[in-house]
């Protein structure tokens, strides 16, 4: 099983983003999923996960308000909607998942990830 990432792309500042991540085989059933970021220079850090039944979101404080980690009901997909963009949100973004039922908000803890989006906000 493969992660696809896509919809990323450039945004002005204060503006909308909806990114996806999409299982190349099955569903993204009894797997956590979680998004992280990392820009140039930078370590990759946690954005926001979801447990496998939607029911706990943990975010990062720095997108806490802006961004929502949801997942279709089908549970193909995961989704990270983004609004009210700023220029600090301009990195790499990664989606990830995990059969572990503790996870935290460390990459290590998450074993399949996709391939990245770029998403670059502008001021």
């Known amino acids: 099983v493969q992660l696809q990432a896509s919809g990323g792309g450039l945004v002005q500042g204060g503006g909308y983003l909806r990114l996806s991540c999409q299982a190349s085989e099955g569903t993204l059933d009894y797997v956590a999923a979680a998004w992280f970021r990392q820009a140039p220079g930078k370590e990759r850090e946690f954005v926001a996960s979801?447990?496998?039944?939607?029911?706990?979101?943990y975010y990062a404080n720095s997108v806490k308000g802006r961004f929502t980690i949801s997942r279709n009901q089908a549970k193909t997909m995961v989704y990270l909607q983004m609004v009210n963009v700023k220029p600090e949100d301009t990195a790499v973004y990664y989606c990830?998942?995990?059969?572990?039922?503790?996870?935290?908000?460390?990459?290590?803890?998450?074993?399949?990830w996709g391939q990245g989006t770029q998403v670059t906000v502008s001021s």
């Open positions: 990830a998942t995990t059969q572990q039922q503790r996870y935290g908000d460390s990459p290590t803890s998450f074993t399949l």
């Open positions: 979801m447990n496998w039944r939607g029911s706990t979101k």
